[in-house]
């Protein structure tokens, strides 16, 4: 019997930061040095050199803070506001919002290059690179809840996954990844029979033939290729593993699969989870994961406030 809606959504988010959680303590690894996946827990075996090796088990990075950022925006404003958004980024950043013990342990190079400029006065919009060299997933990371609480058209929601990418993350080809992935979380949320090829359906239709997000569909993002990925920073590549990881089954071999690839574990573990969360439900992320979570305080409400949202449109 599929989970139902409420569960899926709630699955969804925390899905997203138990996987997040879990994967911290490997990131950096090469993947021949992970451990063998039945012994991927939050506390890794004894004797594995953690990555954050200050950061106690449990506990989920800027992966986690930042869709939190974001959902918070998005319940409170009512709306994409890429201003407001990008003022909870920076509170992240500066003193810890919804991070676990408001420690800031990690951002990305690209990241905290527009937090600067927003802080300098550059509007939120206009704050992200458009260089190509800064194609990193940490608009990619974050972007879950916006498909979760969106209500317009597929067109809408792509934009909008667009938008929110700019403020940190502007080159197309990360807003095209952002695209593809919401309109994937939907499908997925819809049960739809094949949802990556039908939001791959939906996003070729939604963009020009000659326009440059096309051409970073067609020709970077290639979502018609077998799923692969090598779990590293890389926008594409994160998606890739993502898509790689998802079909490895369950929601806990899901984020297993995602942390033996290495590398960038937290993220990859995190969108896939995120996904697995969502086409499970919630009951089907492990209980002891779940009690692992640190502080799961700073998230309850707000994922009660989205489901109960989410509640009052079916």
């Known amino acids: 019997m599929k989970p139902a809606r409420s569960d899926r959504i709630k699955g969804a988010l925390w899905g997203l930061l138990v996987g997040d959680a879990l994967g911290v303590p490997y990131e950096f690894h090469d993947p021949r040095d992970i451990p063998p996946a039945e012994s991927i827990e939050p506390t890794p075996p004894s004797g594995?050199?953690?990555?954050?090796?200050?950061?106690?088990?449990?506990?989920?990075s800027d992966d986690g803070a930042h869709a939190l950022?974001?959902?918070?925006?998005?319940?409170?404003?009512?709306?994409?506001?890429?201003?407001?958004?990008?003022?909870?980024?920076?509170?992240?950043?500066?003193?810890?919002?919804?991070?676990?013990?408001?420690?800031?342990?990690?951002?990305?190079?690209?990241?905290?290059?527009?937090?600067?400029?927003?802080r300098r006065g550059v509007p939120a919009a206009q704050a992200g690179s458009r260089e190509q060299e800064a194609n990193g997933n940490g608009s990619l990371m974050r972007v879950l809840p916006l498909a979760l609480w969106h209500r317009?058209?597929?067109?809408?929601?792509?934009?909008?996954?667009?938008?929110?990418?700019?403020?940190?993350?502007?080159?197309?080809?990360?807003q095209v990844c952002c695209a593809l992935y919401c309109l994937w979380a939907r499908r997925i949320l819809e049960g739809g029979s094949d949802p990556w090829r039908q939001a791959v359906d939906t996003l070729r239709r939604a963009y020009a033939d000659d326009s440059a997000e096309r051409s970073e569909l067609e020709f970077h993002i290639r979502p018609d290729e077998e799923p692969r990925g090598a779990g590293t920073g890389y926008v594409v590549d994160c998606l890739?593993?993502?898509?790689?990881?998802?079909?490895?089954?369950?929601?806990?071999?899901?984020?297993?699969?995602?942390?033996?690839?290495?590398?960038?574990?937290?993220?990859t573990a995190a969108v896939a989870g995120g996904l697995a969360g969502l086409r499970d439900g919630y009951e089907a992320i492990p209980k002891r994961w779940c009690d692992a979570l640190r502080e799961p305080e700073l998230a309850q409400p707000l994922i009660r406030q989205l489901v109960e949202r989410a509640a009052k449109f079916d």
């Open 48 to 60: 594995f050199p953690r990555a954050h090796a200050g950061v106690p088990p449990g506990t989920w």
């Open 69 to 118: 950022c974001l959902l918070a925006s998005l319940l409170h404003c009512e709306r994409l506001d890429v201003e407001d958004l990008m003022r909870r980024l920076t509170n992240w950043y500066e003193v810890g919002y919804l991070a676990v013990d408001g420690n800031v342990f990690d951002v990305g190079v690209t990241t905290a290059q527009a937090l600067a400029a927003f």
């Open 152 to 174: 317009g058209t597929d067109a809408e929601l792509a934009a909008d996954a667009a938008l929110q990418s700019r403020v940190t993350h502007a080159h197309p080809r990360a």
């Open 240 to 267: 890739r593993s993502a898509r790689l990881a998802l079909a490895a089954g369950s929601y806990e071999q899901v984020v297993r699969a995602a942390i033996k690839l290495g590398n960038d574990t937290d993220t």
